[in-house]
């Protein structure tokens, strides 16, 4: 095991992209494509007919496209089946209707992501499948909890691929944030053994866990994450005291079967949706929240260090149909 320790490696690589706008403006552009699909659909469907039955059917067709899913489609299409939008043809009136009850969905959903104070450290083993922006985003939060004045140290137990290991020691750097890491292939409830251990030694407030993501060997990842939790809980008895799902938006409704995959290994407490920037389908949200209702603490719209921010759900659900 090695302990690398926090480094401010000021290079300049390290400003975000789009680092002049705002976050407001950031999660606008990064939901540009699913909002694009739904506002320019309905539009559309208004221009050629009033909401009829037929048109209904299309606009609940419409929302499955942008993965909404088929539940959440369906009651939010029944909302628009009323009298009072029977006639209309204006898209905005339209469009704000159902960016309010989409908000209804989401709202119980969309919960900052706190830390117990009672716990030092308070663990958080984060999943997620390779690809999905598991790293990166234990960078970001790590950013974010520096910030608000805590002291947090990160464990690179993702000891199958070294490339997971480096990236995670760059992201060390980037936030000053201490890193405790292996040899490729070495054990990985061992190394986070060490890290909590180190973690309660230092007094610090949180550890941040990378973990494996080997989704084409289920039990594998399983057992190793079960272990993982064994082990550390010979340290702190409570540990892990959150497990973060980190999601890929662009996957769409595929997000559904990691999470009930990840949920037989380990008891997942929230998400973290990344990849927004990249996708059609955003509203994967809203079905997330319908089918789960598991919290999701963040969204990512991009690569920047800045680019993860507090889930809020009257923004997202705006953007989601193309309103400011």
């Not at 890193?179 to 986070?192: F, R």
């Amino acid at each position: 095991m090695t302990y690398i320790p926090a480094e401010n490696e000021g290079d300049p690589q390290d400003e975000p992209a789009g680092a002049g706008l705002g976050w407001a403006a950031r999660l606008r552009q990064g939901l540009s494509k699913t909002s694009s699909k739904l506002s320019g659909g309905i539009a559309d469907l208004l221009l050629k007919t009033e909401l009829d039955d037929t048109a209904l059917d299309d606009l609940e067709e419409l929302l499955i496209a942008a993965d909404l899913g088929v539940k959440s489609a369906a009651q939010l299409a029944s909302v628009l089946a009323t009298a009072r939008f029977r006639t209309t043809r204006d898209a905005t009136e339209v469009l704000t209707a159902l960016a309010a009850e989409i908000e209804k969905i989401i709202a119980p959903i969309a919960l900052p992501f706190t830390v117990n104070p009672a716990n030092r450290p308070h663990v958080v083993l984060v999943c997620g499948v390779n690809g999905s922006g598991k790293t990166t985003s234990i960078g970001k939060l790590a950013k974010q909890l520096k910030s608000e004045g805590k002291s947090v140290m990160m464990a690179a137990a993702d000891t199958f691929r070294a490339a997971a290991v480096e990236q995670l020691k760059v992201w060390g750097e980037r936030t000053e944030t201490p890193v405790i890491a292996a040899e490729t292939g070495s054990d990985a409830a061992s190394l986070a053994f060490e890290a909590v251990t180190k973690a309660r030694a230092d007094n610090t407030d949180v550890l941040l866990i990378d973990t494996a993501g080997r989704l084409q060997n289920k039990s594998d990842l399983m057992a190793e994450l079960e272990k993982i939790i064994r082990v550390i809980r010979k340290v702190e008895p409570t540990a892990p005291h959150d497990c973060l799902l980190v999601l890929d938006a662009t996957v769409g409704q595929n997000a559904h079967s990691q999470v009930e995959i990840f949920k037989q290994a380990v008891d997942i407490t929230g998400l973290l949706l990344t990849k927004l920037d990249g996708s059609a389908r955003g509203g994967v949200v809203v079905s997330l929240a319908e089918k789960f209702g598991l919290p999701v603490h963040a969204v990512g719209v991009g690569e920047g260090i800045d680019d993860m921010h507090p889930f809020k759900a009257k923004a997202f659900a705006r953007n989601l149909v193309g309103l400011t």
